[in-house]
């Protein structure tokens, strides 16, 4: 009896530590997007200048024509920015043709007819189908190399590190997340959480946008005007 108390002992032993083992393993991702964006987080009332802010994209209303409740809370936020003098233009990267309906022209509408940018100050970019696709094409199409980005906490620094890999010279701003309870926190965390493997996977391999495009002198002309 005591053998076998003994042996299933070193076996709980063995399992808890492959457990240990494969639970840091998956963490790595997001471990690596959580401290590379240390020092490049800010509040909206303590972001640095830039000359561009990007904002990410995510649901439109039900109506397929207005931003959701926190793509409202990041359009909202950059149009502080751009007051506040902290920015200049806005680049709004979203899905031109998602599942709910045009992120960028919902963006873009907003911006100009609620929150009273001046639309020469917008640039739209309706192929920045997701979080990588934002920073590459920034990079590449639209040649931004310093910038502001915003987005909520939960997905900030996912969002700052890709685009810091990259090349780009980017620092985060929280977004305001009107009805941003602790359930929808947790839940949008704990998909960030896995959502960081893929980040790290692009990362790594280098992946190429998914949409490719031809340079785009719009943030040049904007930032002209």
Same mark, same amino acid.
């Given at each position: ?21 494969a ?5 790595l ?7 590379? @964006? ?6 909206? &009332? ?14 439109v209303? @039900? ?10 809370g990041?359009?909202?936020? &950059?149009?502080a ?15 031109g ?21 001046? !639309?020469?100050?917008?640039? &739209?970019? !309706? ?8 920073? @590459? ?19 900030l620094?996912? &969002? ?5 890999h ?8 929280t ?32 992946? !190429?946008?998914a ?5 785009d ?5 904007a930032?002209?005007?």
């Amino acid at each position: 009896m005591a053998d076998r108390t003994s042996r299933w002992r070193r076996r709980l032993t063995r399992t808890a530590a492959l457990g240990l083992v494969a639970l840091l393993l998956a963490s790595l991702p997001w471990l690596w997007t959580t401290t590379a @964006a240390r020092g490049h987080l800010y509040g909206e &009332a303590d972001a640095p200048a830039a000359d561009v802010v990007i904002v990410l994209g995510t649901a439109v209303a @039900a109506d397929r024509r207005q931003p959701g409740d926190r793509l409202t809370g990041r359009l909202e936020t &950059a149009a502080a920015l751009v007051k506040s003098g902290r920015a200049r233009v806005v680049l709004v990267s979203g899905d031109g043709g998602g599942a709910s309906g045009d992120e960028t022209a919902a963006m873009t509408g907003h911006l100009t007819e609620r929150l009273g940018v001046d !639309p020469r100050r917008v640039v &739209a970019d !309706p192929y920045g189908l997701d979080t990588y696709d934002t920073c @590459a094409r920034a990079r590449d199409v639209y040649g931004v190399e310093r910038a502001l980005i915003v987005t909520q906490s939960y997905h900030l620094s996912r &969002a700052v590190t890709l685009c810091r890999h990259l090349g780009l010279d980017v620092d985060g701003v929280t977004a305001r997340c009107t009805g941003c309870g602790p359930v929808l926190l947790v839940g949008k965390g704990v998909r960030d959480y896995f959502a960081s493997g893929k980040a790290a996977w692009d990362a790594v391999r280098d992946r !190429p946008s998914a949409v490719r495009s031809p340079a785009d002198p719009a943030i040049q002309d904007a930032l002209k005007g």
